[in-house]
């Protein structure tokens, strides 16, 4: 069975930085796109960024570019997101994501002072 | 970047009734649409992908259809764990968008 484990939320002052983790288990993680989506707390869905299996190629919504990093460790089936500059409307669930298909419980990141 | 928009943005239903969501895009994404199924307080679940073909383990009554620019997500019988809020999300370009949710009540 895909498990998916996410780590790392925290309350963070604005301007503060936070890194993200997630542990996959039960599937052939260093052959698949990793996708992080986050939600607002009463709103919908936002894809935040991705990388490919290699860890070479990486996108971003516009917002978090520049602040934020993904990047991967496949030797420990593992997904992490550093989140720099965070901002209030940084606030989300972030999940973490085996292409778009298998997701986790989600960690909460609160920004605020 | 693709906008998407869904309707309704709610509705009321009962047990047993067929439901159909529509979702849009601002541009051409062919099939590149999924459909997430999300309870609160837990993460979305994949429905469907490449905007017909069915996940692995969801119930026969959840279909898709569309492509373009017009997608549709139909629930044949609704059943008690139907009702939840429903996403669709394009891939076809980046950033991935997800369209602003169907939330599905009971009546």
Sequence with gaps: EVELVESGGNLVQPGGSLRLSCEVSGFPFSGDWMDWVRQAPGKGLEWVANINPAGSEKHYVESVQGRFTVFRDNAKSSLFLQMHSLRVEDTAVYYCSTSLNNWGRGTLVTVSS | ?107
């Design chain 2, 1 to 107: 970047d693709i906008q998407m928009t869904q309707s309704p943005s709610s509705l009321s239903a009962s047990v047993g009734d067929r439901l159909t969501l529509t979702c849009r895009a601002s541009q051409a994404i062919g099939n590149d649409l999924c459909w997430y199924q999300q309870k609160p307080g837990k993460a979305p679940k994949a429905l469907i992908y490449a905007s017909s073909r069915l996940q692995r383990g969801v119930p026969s009554r959840f279909s898709g259809s569309g492509s373009g620019t017009e997608f549709a997500l139909t629930i044949s019988s609704l059943q008690p764990d139907d009702f939840a809020t429903y996403y669709c999300l394009q891939y076809k370009t980046y950033p991935r968008t997800f369209g602003p949710g169907t939330k599905v009540e009971v009546k």
